[in-house]
């Protein structure tokens, strides 16, 4: 796949409960740099990536109710609606997997579509942190999320100590999405082969802790910005 395509498919997480800001900048260099599709940060840093994101490709996301969705909806909309005031381009939300879990699938739909709605029409990607569902919970709720009128569902946090993305469960996701939702895999995707094997299977997007891992130093120095290129 052609470098500038392959990243546009990719969102750059800087999403570390002690992340710095010095971090954060560096993030947003990286980004303007080489132009990967999203910056996705915690809420307190939705602002400050905006700011420095402005004038480039490079959308802002915002997590909400992040890691364990453990939260009341209305606060989760709140966390959304100050997120797209603070310059958020996009919004990835988990989904409440205690009501998913027990079988409540209108109190799932009713959580989606509370931040749906804050978003003002922003994409809403919604995390189901596949690795602590069945597959029958997974479908269950990539329905809930088609239904609640969500952009995407997403496989994980990358925090679930039972691991991130996997085959499996992306196919899971993409089966019961049939194209009426996109899919975002995310968690532990570490090299340039498993990135593209999961856009092989049909995401649209990529999830991923370090952008700089997927690419060949070729196509490093082929980038307009990159420190080094002239």
Request: charge should be negative; charged fraction near 20%; aromatic fraction near 4%.
């Amino acid at each position: 796949m052609d470098t500038r395509a392959f990243l546009k498919t990719l969102d750059y997480a800087i999403l570390k409960p002690a992340t710095a800001a010095r971090e954060l900048r560096e993030a947003i260099g990286l980004c303007r740099a080489i132009g990967v599709e999203c910056l996705c940060v915690r809420g307190r840093d939705v602002a400050a990536a905006a700011a420095g994101l402005a004038g480039c490709d490079t959308l802002t996301a915002a997590v909400v109710g992040f890691p364990h969705a453990n939260t009341d909806r209305a606060i989760k909309a709140s966390e959304a609606l100050h997120a797209t005031r603070d310059g958020a381009g996009e919004i990835d939300m988990v989904a409440d997997l205690s009501a998913l879990r027990d079988g409540q699938d209108q109190t799932v739909i009713d959580d989606i579509q509370a931040v749906v709605d804050a978003s003002g029409g922003r994409p809403v990607k919604v995390i189901l942190e596949t690795a602590l569902l069945t597959d029958a919970e997974i479908r269950r709720g990539v329905s809930c999320a088609i239904a609640a009128g969500a952009a995407f569902v997403k496989t994980s946090t990358g925090f679930a100590p039972q691991g991130g993305a996997t085959p499996h469960a992306v196919r899971v996701m993409l089966d019961a999405a049939q194209g009426k939702i996109q899919v975002k895999a995310s968690g532990g995707i570490r090299t340039r082969a498993d990135a593209e094997a999961y856009l092989a299977m049909g995401c649209t997007r990529l999830g991923v802790g370090n952008v700089l891992a997927l690419l060949s130093d070729e196509e490093k120095a082929c980038l307009p910005g990159f420190p080094g290129t002239p």
